[in-house]
């Protein structure tokens, strides 16, 4: 069944997770997962610390070429009748300081204790959410079934 833009975004930011989308001047489509909070209208990630292979990565260079992203969560699980997806699109940009990204910085940290301690040093990526789109199984259990996200 198809979801609603509220259960969309209560989904989303239940999610610990999810896979950010991106493509460059080439077209070739580039998927990582990230963390991320909501803020607002805004779903915001930032490149932290974790070791990368390198420090020019392709997400911050396609968002340059090409500011349209998608953000996708879902939930696996075995019993089918749990399954759900949410996909938030929009329009991203990079922030490297003032207000904002300290904004985003703390809405990260408030959510996940791994940050508090060392916050994200690279660039944030924010994006504006245009358009939610979801979808979970319509089986029995969806009208008895209560929702979390894992």
């Known amino acids: 069944m198809r979801l609603d833009d509220a259960t969309c975004r209560e989904r989303l ?3 610990r997770h999810a896979y950010l989308a991106t493509t460059g001047a080439d077209a070739q489509p580039h998927v990582v997962p990230v963390t991320f909070a909501l803020v607002g209208d805004d779903l915001v990630t930032a490149v932290d610390q974790k070791p990368k292979s390198t420090h020019r990565l392709r997400r911050l260079a396609n968002i340059t ?16 009748t749990r399954l759900w997806w949410v ?10 300081d003032g207000p904002a990204f300290d904004t985003a910085l703390a809405a990260l940290a408030d959510r996940y204790p ?5 916050p ?6 924010r994006m504006r959410v245009e358009r939610w789109t ?5 089986g029995a259990a969806m009208g008895t079934e209560t929702w979390s996200p894992r």
Do not use: C, F, S
């Not at 791994?114 to 060392?118: F, N």
């Open 114 to 118: 791994q940050y508090r301690a060392d």
């Open 65 to 80: 070429d090409n500011p349209r992203v998608a953000v996708l969560a879902d939930r696996y699980d075995d019993d089918w």
């Open 120 to 125: 994200p040093r690279g660039p944030v990526i």
């Open 87 to 96: 996909r938030a699109d929009g329009l991203a940009r990079i922030e490297h």
């Open 13 to 15: 930011a239940g999610a």
């Open 134 to 138: 979801g979808w979970a199984y319509t």
